[in-house]
């Protein structure tokens, strides 16, 4: 029995990995949850699955749950967060919280000596080397990697040596707008901007996917995750999103995994791993139904996000932390309708030539980049 600790249960992958959970009672337990604002969801949780540990983002919710679960262990706030990740009896800690509150409970799970299913995208874009310190100090913590791009390369990796590795293919569905022109997207709306080809996810994230951002700080994870340098990460076009990415070795033997595109694969295996379980869930992946994978090379030009993840992974120091804080600032604020689609790239270009980058020695550092870039952002665009 695998005792598990969710951080983000409400939320998309947060919800999947209750469902592959709920579907395997026998494999895992859940010990604790934490949710930010969804109380009412969070209550069905604590309901359904009786966690020992629940954290909620506010006060006011803390103290609702209090008088509703009396014998819970309870936490709030992003403290909370923290103080349950640091506690001792549980196996895999989940991050599927967004934001750099993440990487906060990422270190401690690290120090702690834990297994983290990693689905926090700040960690390793932002904190990748602080990170990778980390892991060399405390040599029983582990990260699986649960975004389904790095769960198909740490799948495959095992067929070599990280050594042997010649290149890293990470795959890209190509988002909404794969295809468009500069002038095409000068005007679209959230409602089109929102409607992935293949991938039903948060609101955030289906941004980042078409603007291609969301490639790029998988390009950036995937160098701290794997550690092979820049150049050496293709990223591919592949509409189908049936194969989620792939590692070609110095023979030129390229292995790569397929799957259907669902969250639940990557986070059953990442809960499972090093053994796989019989999938509870889903049927064989049709692949004669599907009958045909294509592949294309992103186009650079309009879609920028790559461009700018490659620049801000060479420079590496704090520069990660300025592509993320700056894309997550110009998502919000086109999707409360204060900017233009393309303004977002112009914000991320902006805030990536104003910074002057800074050596992370410990996560305040992460913090205060992380504010100043967001700060310089709101007062500039509003
Ligand atoms: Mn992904």
């Known amino acids: 029995m695998k005792k598990i600790i969710i951080l983000g249960s409400t939320g998309s992958i947060g919800t999947n990995a209750l469902e592959v959970i709920r579907n395997a009672k026998d494999k895992f337990q859940v010990i604790g949850i934490s949710g930010y604002k969804n109380y009412e969801l969070l209550v069905e949780q604590i309901e359904e699955f009786k966690p020992q540990y629940v954290c909620i983002g506010t006060e006011d919710g803390y103290k609702s749950l209090k008088d509703k679960f009396p014998l819970l262990e309870l936490f709030y706030g992003e ?16 991050t599927a919280v967004s934001g750099a509150v993440g990487i906060d409970a990422t270190v401690e799970g690290i120090k702690n000596e834990k297994t983290i299913a990693l689905a ?39 067929a070599g040596k990280i050594d042997e590795i010649e290149n890293l293919i990470i795959t890209a569905s190509g988002g ?16 089109q901007a929102l409607k992935h080809p293949t991938w039903k996810m948060g609101k955030k994230i289906t941004i980042d996917s078409s603007t291609l951002v969301n490639k790029g700080l998988e390009v950036i994870e995937a160098h701290g995750l794997f550690g092979i340098c820049y150049d050496n990460i293709k990223v591919l076009i592949h509409p189908q999103s049936i194969i989620h990415s792939m590692v070609e070795f110095k023979d030129k033997n390229i292995i790569a995994q397929l799957g259907i595109h669902d969250m639940k694969l990557p986070i059953q295996y990442a809960f499972t791993y090093p053994d796989r379980m019989a999938n509870p869930i889903f049927n064989s992946l049709d692949l004669v139904k599907i009958s045909s994978l294509t592949f294309e090379q992103p186009d650079n030009d309009v879609f920028r996000g790559l461009e700018f993840a490659y620049i801000a992974g060479k420079i590496g120091e704090t520069m990660p932390v300025v592509l993320n804080a700056a894309n997550e600032v110009a998502v919000d604020l086109f999707l409360n309708k204060k900017i233009s689609f393309l303004t977002i790239y112009e914000i991320i270009e902006k805030s990536i030539n104003r910074h002057k980058i800074q050596k992370i020695t410990d996560i305040d550092i992460i913090k205060a980049v992380d504010k100043e870039t967001r700060e310089w952002i709101k007062s500039n665009y509003k």
């Open 120 to 158: 926090n995208k700040e960690t390793m874009v932002a904190a990748g080397e602080y990170i990778n310190q980390l892991l060399k100090k405390y040599k029983n913590a582990k990260i699986i990697p649960v975004d389904s791009e790095h769960s198909a390369i740490f799948q495959s990796i095992q």
């Open 176 to 191: 909404t707008f794969r295809g468009k022109k500069k002038e095409e997207l000068q005007n679209v709306t959230i409602d």
């Open 79 to 94: 403290k909370g967060l923290v103080e349950l990740s640091q506690i001792k009896d549980y196996d895999i800690l989940l």
